[in-house]
Nanobody
Framework: QIQVAESGGGVVQVGGSLTLACTAS????????MAWYRQSPGKGRDYLAA????????HYADSVMGRFTISRDNAKNTAYLQMTNLQPADTAVYVC???????WGQGTLVTVSL
């Protein structure tokens, strides 16, 4: 059974940077495509970025393109989301998803303070 778990959330000042990690465990994780989403307070879950198992096809939502970077380290079974120039609107619970099979993490909270 594949599982994913996020880490790296916390409080950051406006304009700051933060890198989140999503670590997968279980059979077949070396070929698991992964994606990042976020849930803002009072809003639905929004797609942010995705990456293929070999890292050759990163994809971004228009809303974060140029500020967020997705990458992965297969030796660590981990996908990263590097976030820069963070704004209060980026405050959300950030959630990792494995793709095929689809599996969701618990989420990690990012709070961007004024």
């Amino acid at each position: 059974q594949i599982q994913v778990a996020e880490s790296g959330g916390g409080v950051v000042q406006v304009g700051g940077s933060l890198t989140l990690a999503c670590t997968a465990s279980g059979p077949g994780v070396g070929r698991l495509a992964m994606a990042w989403y976020r849930q803002s307070p009072g809003k639905g879950r929004d797609y942010l970025a995705a990456i293929s198992w070999n890292g050759e096809r990163p994809h971004y939502a228009d809303s974060v393109m140029g500020r967020f970077t997705i990458s992965r380290d297969n030796a660590k079974n981990t996908a990263y989301l590097q976030m820069t120039n963070l704004q209060p609107a980026d405050t959300a619970v950030y959630v990792c998803k494995g793709i095929e099979p689809e599996v969701w993490g618990q989420g990690t909270l990012v709070t961007v303070s004024l």
